[in-house]
């Protein structure tokens, strides 16, 4: 199945934050990695209920943090949220992922603004 080019709408907000499963985890931040490209982390997992395909169904709601790893202190960093992602675990479903035009842009706008990356834990988040 192809993966939506809009943004669900989310009806319920069912568990606000949550932990993914170290499978899953790895699952979601590859299949990121393969539609989007290095440089991006899903993180801050929560379940929602949005519209897929005409009906109303459970999904969870990653957001996409723009990271890179800090070449003097081998130090995972991170930039903040640039997008989204949902998906659906049984069978597992990638929804949505923030188009990777849009992620750029607000990449531009974070760094233009002269933000500063700050430190990521290490592991899941």
Known sequence: MSISQHEPKIFKVLEEAGE??????????????????????ACTPSLVEIEHNGKRVEAIKMGIDHT??????GQVMGYGIVGYLFFQTDPFEIIFITPKEQLEEKINYILESGMEASERPKGKY
């Open 68 to 73: 890179f790893v800090d070449s003097d202190s």
């Open 20 to 41: 993914l499963s170290d499978e899953l985890d790895y699952m979601v931040n590859n299949r990121l990695m393969a539609e989007r490209g290095m440089g991006y982390t």
